[in-house]
């Protein structure tokens, strides 16, 4: 029903539809965007690209205006509109816009696919890239559009030809479909889980904030009267409510069950992720052979700085030095808990690490997550952030509510100027957490490029507009949002996302911002930006009392400083075990063979983890990361990116990180390479040209306490 109600749009309409425009700012009517328009929007706009490719295959010339430049027309014109339905499709989810959007999709992998392999784009490239006068007077720039393209050519299976392109396509549409299945099995297991709590023994240890949020879901659940002292509570598998009931609840059985309930998400019944998890597998490796490739891995190892051998050699090199840390961490758990009487002291089970945890960075640094709270309101919170970037990059930040469309109350829209106040890029910012229609997690993605060939009248481009989306704790009552430390790194981390994307120089559209640039360093601004939470300046012009306006007192500085590092070699063993599960499922494992995903998991597990996986571990199940987020044969990304990112902060450390002039000359030096360049240059020259070197891995040994800091002249 819901698929045919989306087509009902009849074709009188489809002028009408929002889909098919912008407002001035590029940006689509997500205000007016309702499931109905998706179907007959789409199409419209295939059609309208099919013709435009038809006429570019047809009348193609080896040139940059008789090929490149009505590429990007027509891939601007797809890639815009359908990036919309799929931003909706995580933050407005609804069965009507699923049944829309899997209606469609199938219709625009073809198209994609069909535009992958053109063969007379494709010669044509190979003409630009032979013709040596053409090639010399193509800018650093342009010369890695051609060579992107090439490859995209290549791995989009431009030289099969018969039965095994159209197997090649057949695979690209069923991955396409099941990702798209896996991301809404997880949505919906995610949203599936309630607990209502209603004794008030069974919440003692949790804070203020968190019964006021599980009260306020109780209220929503239909529990009108709900409050936080008295209950009825609900908790659900969303982050805001899920970690602060591991981190602070004394009932042990209720920690084991929500526990449980988060690790088998999406693993049983109807939404069970295994199959389609077997099942991807044995797509991309199908696909690789095709393409002439051992493994899935080498595929997208066409566009990563790092090798298959040297993302494994970085896994074991981490894992050298902070393996034996990570043990010695377990061990002064257990003998804290073991201090404090628990029973379960000598036994410590998954569930319980987290609260003891918590318990001891309170006992060691006397700090508590809740009582930061306070202090990180989240209006103080982004001005700080924004008086930051002013301050690094020499760009403000003026609120534009009202100027943008957007597709929920909540949502905010700013502008981005430069010292002259002209105004070069903008942002639209969705903050909070709605388990019942958005996805989990934090992303950011771009909604148009900067492009000198979609320049307004007397401009010089196109301005950059991309979107931050959080699931932070929301307002409870009269309260504005009052983060934890851990979502103000997280807005941080996005926000460095989002500054790549619009600060940009790059006036090829086609390698602006974060497009074209290389996954592993994608991850290089986001976690430099991170490093600044931790700088005194900085925090203290963030945390501000959200009813007295204090700021922060110097001595809850220096116990977020001094906690920095806690557990951290724990947490890196972490990262190192997803990094080492994506490479092994992707080079080594097969999806037909007798070892099961689970038992390739725990095999894994056994070198990276102190506790190794609980037998019904499915952690596998909710791994949107590599299964439905583009990050697979990715995630040893994040430690890759975390050297460049602080080999890049060393640089501000030894220039002078209070010194207000060598920060900012610093500032402006990450702001014209590592944001400036984007993907116009490959990422190895251009963090050479930012550091004057190649990247060491010394700098993030000591910022995550693996190695001692070095001491003070």
Same mark, same amino acid.
């Given at each position: 029903?819901?698929?045919?109600?989306?087509?009902?749009?009849?074709?009188?309409?489809?002028?009408?539809?929002?889909?098919?425009?912008?407002?001035?700012?590029?940006?689509?009517?997500?205000?007016?965007?309702?499931?109905?328009?998706?179907?007959?929007?789409?199409?419209?706009?295939?059609?309208?690209?099919?013709?435009?490719?038809?006429?570019?295959?047809?009348?193609?010339?080896?040139?940059?205006?008789?090929?490149?430049?009505?590429?990007?027309?027509?891939?601007?014109?797809?890639?815009?509109?359908?990036?919309?339905?799929?931003?909706?499709?995580?933050?407005? &989810?609804?069965?009507d816009l699923r049944a829309a959007f899997e209606e469609v999709q199938p219709d625009v992998v073809?198209?994609?696919?069909?535009?992958?392999? @053109?063969?007379?784009? !494709?010669?044509?490239?190979?003409?630009?890239?032979?013709?040596?006068?053409?090639?010399? @007077?193509?800018?650093?720039?342009?010369?890695?559009?051609?060579?992107?393209?090439?490859?995209?050519?290549?791995?989009?299976?431009?030289?099969?030809?018969?039965?095994?392109?159209?197997?090649?396509?057949?695979?690209?549409?069923?991955?396409?479909?099941?990702?798209?299945?896996?991301?809404? &099995?997880?949505?919906?297991?995610?949203?599936?889980?309630?607990?209502?709590?209603?004794?008030?023994?069974?919440?003692?240890?949790?804070?203020?904030?968190?019964?006021?949020?599980?009260?306020?879901?109780?209220?929503?659940?239909?529990?009108?009267?709900?409050?936080?002292? &008295?209950?009825?509570?609900?908790?659900?598998?969303?982050?805001?409510?899920?970690?602060? %009931?591991?981190?602070?609840?004394?009932?042990?059985?209720?920690?084991?069950?929500?526990?449980?309930?988060?690790?088998?998400?999406?693993?049983?019944?109807?939404?069970?992720?295994?199959?389609?998890?077997?099942?991807?597998?044995?797509?991309?490796?199908?696909?690789?052979?095709?393409?002439?490739?051992?493994?899935?891995?080498?595929?997208?190892?066409?566009?990563?700085?790092?090798?298959?051998?040297?993302?494994?050699?970085?896994?074991?090199?981490?894992?050298?030095?902070a393996y034996d840390i990570s043990v010695k961490e377990h061990e002064e758990l257990k003998a804290?808990?073991?201090?404090?009487?628990?029973?379960?002291?000598?036994?410590?089970?998954?569930?319980?690490?987290?609260?003891?945890?918590?318990?001891?960075?309170?006992?060691?640094?006397?700090?508590?997550?809740?009582?930061?709270?306070? !202090?990180?309101?989240?209006?103080?919170?982004?001005?700080?952030?924004?008086?930051?970037?002013?301050?690094?990059?020499?760009?403000?930040?003026?609120?534009?509510?009202?100027?943008?469309?957007?597709?929920?109350?909540?949502?905010?829209?700013?502008?981005?100027?430069?010292?002259?106040?002209?105004t070069i890029a903008s942002f639209v910012l969705d903050p909070y957490s709605r388990p019942a229609?958005?996805?989990?997690?934090?992303?950011?993605?771009?909604?148009? &490029?900067?492009?000198? %060939?979609?320049?307004?009248?007397?401009?010089?481009?196109?301005?950059?507009?991309?979107?931050?989306?959080?699931?932070?704790?929301?307002?409870?009552?009269?309260?504005?949002?009052?983060?934890?430390?851990?979502?103000?790194?997280?807005?941080?981390?996005?926000?460095?996302?989002?500054?790549?994307?619009?600060?940009?120089?790059?006036?090829?559209?086609?390698?602006?911002?974060?497009?074209?640039?290389?996954?592993?360093?994608?991850?290089?601004?986001?976690?430099?930006?991170?490093?600044?939470?931790?700088?005194?300046?900085?925090?203290?012009?963030?945390?501000?009392? !959200?009813?007295?306006?204090?700021?922060?007192?110097?001595?809850?500085?220096?116990?977020?400083?001094?906690?920095?590092?806690?557990?951290?070699?724990?947490?890196?063993?972490?990262?190192?075990?997803?990094?080492?599960?994506?490479?092994?499922?992707?080079?080594?494992?097969?999806?037909?063979?007798?070892? @099961?995903?689970?038992?390739?998991?725990?095999?894994?597990?056994?070198?990276?983890?102190?506790?190794?996986?609980?037998?019904?571990?499915?952690?596998?199940?909710?791994?949107?990361?590599?299964?439905?987020?583009?990050?697979?044969?990715? !995630?040893?990304?994040?430690?890759?990116?975390?050297?460049?990112?602080?080999?890049?902060?060393?640089?501000?450390?030894?220039?002078?990180?209070?010194?207000?002039?060598?920060?900012?000359?610093?500032?402006?030096?990450?702001?014209?390479?590592?944001?400036?360049?984007?993907?116009?240059?490959?990422?190895?020259?251009?963090?050479?040209?930012?550091?004057?070197?190649?990247?060491?891995?010394?700098?993030?040994?000591?910022?995550?306490?693996?190695?001692?800091?070095?001491?003070?002249?």
């Amino acid at each position: 029903m819901a698929a045919a109600a989306a087509t009902t749009e009849a074709p009188t309409d489809i002028q009408e539809n929002p889909l098919l425009s912008l407002n001035p700012a590029s940006i689509p009517l997500f205000d007016k965007i309702e499931p109905k328009h998706v179907v007959p929007g789409m199409r419209a706009i295939l059609k309208e690209v099919e013709e435009q490719l038809d006429a570019l295959e047809k009348n193609v010339k080896p040139t940059w205006a008789g090929l490149v430049e009505p590429l990007e027309r027509l891939q601007d014109r797809l890639s815009i509109p359908w990036g919309a339905v799929n931003h909706l499709n995580a933050v407005k &989810n609804s069965d009507d816009l699923r049944a829309a959007f899997e209606e469609v999709q199938p219709d625009v992998v073809a198209l994609s696919l069909r535009l992958g392999q @053109s063969r007379p784009i !494709y010669d044509a490239f190979v003409a630009i890239r032979n013709d040596e006068a053409l090639w010399a @007077s193509l800018s650093v720039a342009q010369k890695r559009v051609v060579e992107s393209e090439l490859t995209s050519a290549k791995t989009s299976g431009v030289a099969l030809e018969g039965e095994a392109k159209e197997q090649f396509n057949r695979i690209q549409q069923e991955i396409a479909q099941l990702k798209t299945k896996f991301q809404n &099995n997880v949505l919906d297991a995610t949203k599936n889980f309630v607990r209502i709590v209603t004794d008030p023994a069974d919440v003692a240890g949790l804070p203020p904030s968190a019964l006021g949020l599980a009260a306020q879901a109780a209220v929503g659940k239909g529990h009108e009267g709900a409050t936080a002292e &008295n209950g009825p509570w609900a908790f659900t598998l969303d982050l805001p409510s899920y970690l602060p %009931l591991m981190q602070h609840c004394r009932n042990r059985s209720l920690r084991e069950e929500v526990y449980r309930a988060y690790l088998t998400r999406a693993s049983e019944g109807e939404i069970d992720n295994t199959p389609v998890i077997i099942r991807i597998l044995q797509l991309r490796q199908e696909k690789a052979k095709l393409l002439g490739f051992k493994s899935h891995a080498e595929v997208p190892m066409q566009w990563r700085m790092a090798t298959i051998e040297s993302a494994r050699k970085l896994v074991d090199d981490l894992r050298e030095a902070a393996y034996d840390i990570s043990v010695k961490e377990h061990e002064e758990l257990k003998a804290f808990a073991k201090e404090q009487g628990a029973e379960e002291a000598d036994d410590l089970r998954q569930w319980d690490v987290t609260f003891w945890g918590e318990r001891l960075r309170e006992a060691r640094y006397e700090l508590t997550q809740e009582e930061l709270r306070p !202090y990180f309101s989240f209006p103080a919170v982004i001005d700080g952030l924004f008086n930051l970037a002013t301050r690094l990059f020499d760009v403000s930040f003026q609120p534009a509510d009202g100027e943008a469309p957007i597709w929920h109350p909540d949502v905010r829209y700013y502008k981005v100027t430069d010292s002259s106040g002209a105004t070069i890029a903008s942002f639209v910012l969705d903050p909070y957490s709605r388990p019942a229609e958005k996805r989990g997690g934090a992303w950011m993605d771009g909604i148009c &490029n900067r492009s000198r %060939l979609f320049a307004a009248p007397g401009a010089a481009a196109r301005l950059p507009v991309t979107h931050i989306v959080c699931n932070q704790t929301p307002p409870v009552g009269d309260k504005p949002s009052l983060m934890t430390f851990n979502e103000v790194e997280t807005l941080f981390h996005e926000f460095g996302h989002a500054l790549q994307h619009m600060l940009t120089r790059q006036e090829e559209g086609l390698v602006a911002g974060i497009s074209n640039v290389e996954w592993d360093a994608v991850e290089l601004p986001s976690q430099f930006m991170e490093n600044w939470c931790y700088h005194r300046a900085t925090l203290l012009g963030i945390a501000k009392h !959200y009813e007295t306006g204090e700021p922060l007192p110097e001595e809850l500085y220096k116990k977020i400083v001094a906690a920095k590092n806690f557990r951290s070699a724990t947490m890196t063993m972490r990262q190192l075990h997803f990094a080492s599960i994506d490479l092994e499922l992707h080079t080594s494992f097969d999806p037909e063979g007798s070892e @099961s995903i689970y038992d390739l998991n725990g095999r894994v597990a056994s070198r990276m983890l102190v506790l190794p996986p609980l037998p019904s571990d499915r952690f596998l199940c909710s791994f949107l990361h590599i299964f439905a987020g583009g990050y697979d044969v990715g !995630y040893y990304s994040y430690k890759w990116a975390e050297v460049l990112s602080a080999d890049a902060f060393a640089a501000f450390e030894e220039a002078g990180i209070d010194d207000d002039e060598a920060v900012k000359a610093t500032g402006h030096k990450f702001r014209d390479t590592v944001l400036g360049l984007g993907g116009g240059k490959a990422a190895k020259d251009v963090f050479v040209e930012f550091r004057g070197r190649q990247p060491a891995i010394e700098p993030l040994l000591r910022h995550t306490g693996l190695v001692p800091e070095p001491l003070a002249a």
